[in-house]
C-alpha cells in the first residue's frame, strides 16, 4: 500500500468514526434519557465520545488536508467541504463548552445540526471525487 493509499484509508476510517459515531451517539443519548433521570450517565457517556471523536475529527482534518493538497485541484474547489468542516468543529466545540447550561432541548437541536452538517460534509466529498 503506498503512502498515500493508506492516507486516504486512514481518512475514511476517522470520518466513518466521526460521524457513524454521532449518529449513534443520537440514538444512545435518546435511549439512556428514557432508562434513566440520572445526568450523571449522560456526561461520562458525552465524555468518552468527546474524547474518540475529537480524535477521529483530528485525524479526518490532518488526513483530507494531506489528500486534497496531494490532488493538485485549486483550493477555491475546497470550500463547500472546507466550510462545513470548520463549521461542524466550531459548533460542536461550543456545543461541548455550553452543554451543561443548555436545555435538553437546545442541545438536541445542535446535536442534529452538527449530525445533519457531518453527513453533508460526506455530500461535498463525494462531490469532490473525479467522475467515471
Do not use: C, N
Not at 485525524?59 to 485549486?74: E, N
Not at 446535536?111 to 455530500?123: D, H, K, R, W
Request: charged share 10%.
Amino acid at each position: 500500500m503506498t503512502t498515500l493509499e493508506y492516507v486516504k484509508w486512514v481518512h475514511l476510517l476517522a470520518a466513518a468514526v466521526w460521524t457513524g459515531g454521532l449518529i449513534v451517539l443520537t440514538f444512545l443519548v435518546l435511549a439512556i434519557r428514557k432508562a434513566t433521570d440520572d445526568v450523571d450517565v449522560l456526561r461520562a457517556t458525552a465524555r468518552m465520545f468527546s474524547k474518540v471523536s475529537w480524535s477521529a475529527f483530528g485525524i479526518a482534518v490532518i488526513a483530507g488536508a494531506w489528500l486534497y493538497t496531494d490532488s493538485g485541484l485549486p483550493w477555491s474547489q475546497f470550500t463547500t467541504k472546507g466550510t462545513l468542516v470548520v463549521s461542524v468543529g466550531i459548533l460542536t466545540l461550543i456545543h461541548q463548552i455550553t452543554a451543561k447550561y443548555s436545555s435538553p432541548a437546545v442541545r438536541g437541536i445542535v446535536q442534529l445540526v452538527i449530525v445533519l452538517l457531518s453527513i453533508g460534509i460526506f455530500g461535498a466529498a463525494v462531490a469532490l471525487v473525479p467522475g467515471p
